[in-house]
């Protein structure tokens, strides 16, 4: 019996409203995929190639959208995640200086997991997830990326093993 099985460590979040700590879940979760399709596919790929065996693996590469959500290649251009440590470097910023700035950046890019709403939304963008599209709300992305650990868990102590 042939079995191929991923441990989905996460999960994957699509809720009505989504926010930022959806984000950061669902980009572990496209982290994981990467990570699978690194080990699974390409490597195994490269693997046969350079012993001049040619194979043909169709596999749904993520790359596109974890550049999306974490690049911080300033040739390229700045994904989500910078653009929003962006916004929160500013005292000036705000969650909707955040999303425009998102809308600027992809909204005419070639690449395609990153949807503006077609009305005017302020508050709001969609990724093209691997699994599903899912549409975040920015109402709060700034203040709750600008969160400081409770004192508490700094002073807890850590247990080395």
């Known amino acids: 019996m042939r079995f191929a099985g991923v441990l989905d460590i996460f999960g994957f979040e699509a809720f009505k409203l989504n926010s930022l700590e959806q984000l950061f879940i669902n980009y572990c979760n496209e982290r994981l995929h990467q990570f699978f399709i690194e080990a699974a596919f390409k490597r195994e790929q490269a693997m046969c190639s350079e012993e001049g065996i040619t194979i043909a693996i169709k596999f749904q590469d993520n790359a596109h959208i974890l550049a999306t959500i974490d690049s911080q290649d300033a040739k390229l251009g700045?994904?989500?995640?910078?653009?929003?440590?962006?916004?929160?470097?500013?005292?000036?910023?705000?969650?909707?200086?955040?999303?425009?700035?998102?809308?600027?950046?992809?909204?005419?890019?070639?690449?395609?997991?990153?949807?503006?709403?077609?009305?005017?939304?302020?508050?709001?963008f969609e990724i093209l997830h691997s699994c599903c599209p899912v549409r975040y709300c920015?109402?709060?992305?700034?203040?709750?990326?600008?969160?400081?650990?409770?004192?508490?868990?700094?002073?807890?102590?850590?247990?080395?093993?």
């Open 78 to 124: 700045l994904g989500v995640l910078p653009l929003l440590e962006e916004q929160c470097g500013l005292q000036s910023g705000s969650n909707e200086a955040f999303t425009q700035s998102c809308h600027r950046r992809f909204g005419k890019s070639p690449v395609k997991c990153y949807v503006e709403p077609k009305m005017a939304a302020r508050e709001h």
């Open 138 to 161: 920015t109402a709060h992305f700034r203040e709750k990326n600008m969160d400081v650990m409770p004192s508490e868990v700094l002073q807890a102590p850590s247990k080395r093993t």
